[in-house]
C-alpha cells in the first residue's frame, strides 16, 4: 500500500470512529432508563469505537443477537480444562450469598469467551436465557460484537460497557461489567468474570465486584497449581531419579522438578506414550506417574527437521536424529505453519498474522486464540513473543 492510499484509509477510520462516537453518545442520551445513569461526563472510550468498527467490518448486524453455542460435550471438555474449574465453585458460592439482593447475572468465561459456569438472579433468568446469557454461549467479539467480555480478552484489565455501547440493540438496556482473571504461574489469561444487569437497577460497585471476584480466582488458581506441583515434587522425585535426563511434569505441563537440564517453567501438556518435541531435550515421550509425568529424551537433542505434508489431510513429520514422529495438522495450523516459516527469525505478530489469515488487523483475538490451539499441538515446535518457529527447527514443504 502507497503512502497516500494510507492517508485515506487512516482518513477514512477516523471519519467511522467519529460516526460511530456520535451514535452511541445519541443513544446514551436518549437512554431509557433515563440518561442519568451515564457519567456526567460520559464519553465512549476509544477500545469500544474500534470494538464497533471490527464489528461493521465482519457484516454484524445491530439487528442480530446470536452467539454460538457450544455443543454438551464440548462444555465438558472445556470445563475440564479450564485452570478456572478449580476455583468455580467456592465463586459461585461468594456470588450466590448476594446475586438475588443485586439483580445481576453472572457468568465465569474461559480464555475464548465461552460461559462455563453462569447464574442468575431469579427475576432475570429468563429475559438472560432468551439472550443466550447462559452457560455454552460464546461472546467473544466475533460471537457477540461489543460486549464486556469481547472487551477484556482484547485488553485484559477491568472494565464495563453501558447499554449504549453495546453494539447488538437486543442488549440495549444491559450494563455490563467484567475483569480478567490472571493465571500468574503460566502468565495466560485464564478467563473472564463478568456480571451484567438491567441499567434501571445498575449497581454502582459491579465493578468492584468482577475485579473481587476475578482476584480471589487468580489466588485460588495459583494455589492451585503450587500445591499439585509440590505434592508431585514429592511423589515423583523417586522416579525422576532413575534418569539421567528428565522432566516431573504436570497435566498442564507444569515443571515441578528436573534432572540432567535446565528446565523451562513449562512444556506443552503430555499425552500417554507421545512423543513431543521439547526445548533443550529434543524429541521427548511422556510416561505416566501419580498426579502428572516424566518427559525425558527419546534419542540425543539435535537440529529439528520438520516436512509439512500438504497431501489429503495435512500433517507435520518431525525429525530428531534417528526419532520420528507425524502430528496432524489443520488446514488452518499449516497455513501458519508455512507463514511462520517464510518470516524466519523476525517472527510475526499477532496483527501480521490477522493481516495474513483475515486481510486485516481486526482479528487478534482470533489469531491468539488460535494459536494457543496450534501450540498445544507441536509443542515448543513454535515460540512465541513473535510467533516464530523454534530455533534449530528448519520445515519444508510437501506440496498438495
Known amino acids: 500500500m502507497n503512502r497516500a492510499a494510507s492517508v485515506q484509509q487512516a482518513a477514512e477510520m477516523t471519519s467511522d470512529l467519529a460516526d460511530i462516537r456520535a451514535s452511541i453518545i445519541d443513544e446514551s442520551t436518549g437512554a431509557t432508563p433515563t440518561p442519568h445513569y451515564y457519567p456526567d461526563d460520559y ?43 478449580h ?54 467479539e466475533e460471537s457477540a460484537a461489543t460486549t464486556v467480555v469481547g472487551q477484556v480478552l482484547a485488553d485484559p484489565r477491568p472494565q464495563r460497557v453501558y447499554p449504549a455501547e453495546h453494539y447488538a440493540h437486543a442488549l440495549g438496556e444491559w450494563y455490563c461489567a467484567g475483569a480478567p482473571v490472571h493465571d500468574r504461574v503460566t502468565g495466560e489469561v485464564a478467563g473472564v468474570i463478568a456480571f451484567a444487569g438491567q441499567m434501571n437497577a445498575v449497581q454502582p460497585a459491579t465493578l468492584m465486584l468482577a475485579a473481587s471476584v476475578a482476584e480471589f480466582c487468580a489466588r485460588d488458581v495459583s494455589d492451585e497449581h503450587q500445591r499439585r506441583l509440590s505434592r508431585l515434587h514429592e511423589t515423583g522425585r523417586t522416579t525422576l531419579s532413575a534418569f539421567k535426563t528428565a522432566l516431573l511434569v504436570d497435566d498442564d505441563g507444569l515443571v515441578a522438578d528436573s534432572r540432567g537440564v535446565i528446565a523451562p517453567t513449562r512444556i506443552a501438556p503430555p499425552g500417554d ?56 495438522v489443520t488446514r488452518r495450523h499449516a497455513q501458519i505453519l508455512l507463514l511462520l516459516s517464510d518470516a524466519g527469525r523476525a ?23 488460535e494459536m494457543s490451539r496450534l501450540r498445544r499441538v507441536v509443542g515448543a515446535l513454535v515460540s512465541s513473543r513473535p510467533y516464530r518457529l523454534a530455533t534449530d527447527v528448519t520445515l519444508t514443504v510437501v506440496p498438495d
Do not use: K, N
Open 347 to 369: 517472527g510475526l505478530t499477532s496483527a501480521q498474522l490477522s493481516r495474513f489469515l483475515f486481510g486485516d488487523t481486526t482479528h487478534e483475538v482470533s489469531v491468539r486464540s
Open 43 to 85: 464519553a465512549p472510550p476509544t477500545p469500544v469505537l474500534e470494538s464497533w468498527l471490527r464489528a461493521r467490518t465482519r457484516g454484524h448486524s445491530r439487528d442480530t443477537h446470536q452467539p454460538e453455542l457450544v455443543s454438551d460435550d464440548e462444555l465438558d471438555r472445556r470445563r475440564e480444562q479450564s485452570s478456572l474449574r
Open 87 to 140: 476455583s468455580a465453585t467456592a465463586a459461585q458460592a461468594i456470588v450466590e450469598s448476594s446475586i438475588d439482593d443485586a439483580d445481576l447475572v453472572y457468568g465465569m468465561f474461559d480464555a475464548d469467551g465461552v460461559m462455563l459456569w453462569g447464574q442468575a438472579d431469579s427475576r432475570l433468568r429468563d429475559h438472560a436465557y432468551a439472550l443466550h446469557i447462559r452457560e455454552g454461549a460464546r461472546w467473544d
Open 273 to 328: 506414550g507421545e512423543m513431543r518435541f521439547v526445548a533443550g531435550l529434543g524429541v521427548c515421550i511422556a510416561e505416566r506417574v501419580d498426579g502428572g509425568w516424566v518427559v525425558r529424551p527419546s534419542g540425543p537433542a539435535g537440529p529439528i527437521l520438520i516436512e509439512l505434508d500438504l497431501r489429503g489431510e495435512p500433517s507435520i513429520h518431525v525429525t530428531d536424529g534417528p526419532d520420528h514422529i507425524t502430528i496432524v
